[in-house]
């Protein structure tokens, strides 16, 4: 299978290097030339656009940041969409609205090619070792013609179901984790005050039943968001704002969750 890989970030470069380093014959693009550069000394060509890049390809990732950005590299001038042929498949790794999702396979659809949504969790470290997680969704057939493309990144790959069913999966992933900032921040905050260092507490529920991914960012990041709010914290807010959005459409009631991730999105001084 020839690959394309779009969006060659933190995340985005490690896995375009493991499907490289996989033996795919892979074609990249980027906005900017220096996100190429590491690339130079790599089996790995480069194209023009994102719709030359399609023509080389049977499978192309998308790992840019949000739902502009899949819309216009895909269907924008020149995009994704005018360079496939039919039988190709597009995997959506970014993490964006389902809906986003399912517009693009509706415009796909005529071309016979196929959407599938793929988002990612466990960042480039991860990534470079082989261990992603990939929470995919769409037509079993597409996702199965990927899946030897997607471990040479990812483990595991979980097949969720329809169309938009890995997005949903990924933000109520996020959400959780920024529900679970507040309640360890909060933690180590009330440890403070009564009298324990949060390193010495941050050591010992790492070690304990109450450990957590988000207190081991918390605990690693010296004790506070503030890190964590100038990294993630934008990506954070779009991301619960999303799945806020799906609950209120399905009539559903999110609970405890998404309370206690408007209270972390406060503490770092950013509102859904």
Known sequence: MRVGFIGLGSQ???????????GYPTTLWARRPASLEP???????????????????DLVCLCVVGDADVREVVTGHDGVLAGLTSGSIIAVHSTVHPDTCRELADLAAPQRVTVIDAPVSGGG??????????MAGGATEAVERS?????????????LGELGSGQATK????????????TAASTLALGRELGISPEKLGEVI???TANS??????????GTL????????????????????LADAAGAAPGIVLGAADATLALMDRQR
């Open 39 to 57: 690339f130079a000394g790599t089996a790995a060509a480069t194209a023009e656009s994102p719709a030359a890049l399609a023509a080389r390809s």
């Open 226 to 245: 503030d890190r964590l709010a100038a990294h993630a914290g934008d990506l954070l807010r779009k991301d619960v704002g999303l799945v806020a959005g």
């Open 12 to 22: 985005g470069a490690p896995m375009a290097r493991r499907i490289i380093e996989g």
């Open 206 to 208: 790492t070690h304990g």
């Open 125 to 134: 470290p991860a990534a470079a070792e082989g261990r992603l997680l990939v």
């Open 171 to 182: 933000l109520l992933n996020n959400l959780l984790f920024t529900a679970n900032l507040a």
């Open 213 to 222: 991914f988000a207190l081991g960012r918390i605990v690693s990041a010296g």
């Open 147 to 159: 899946r030897p493309v997607f471990e040479t990144y990812a483990n595991p790959i979980v097949h």
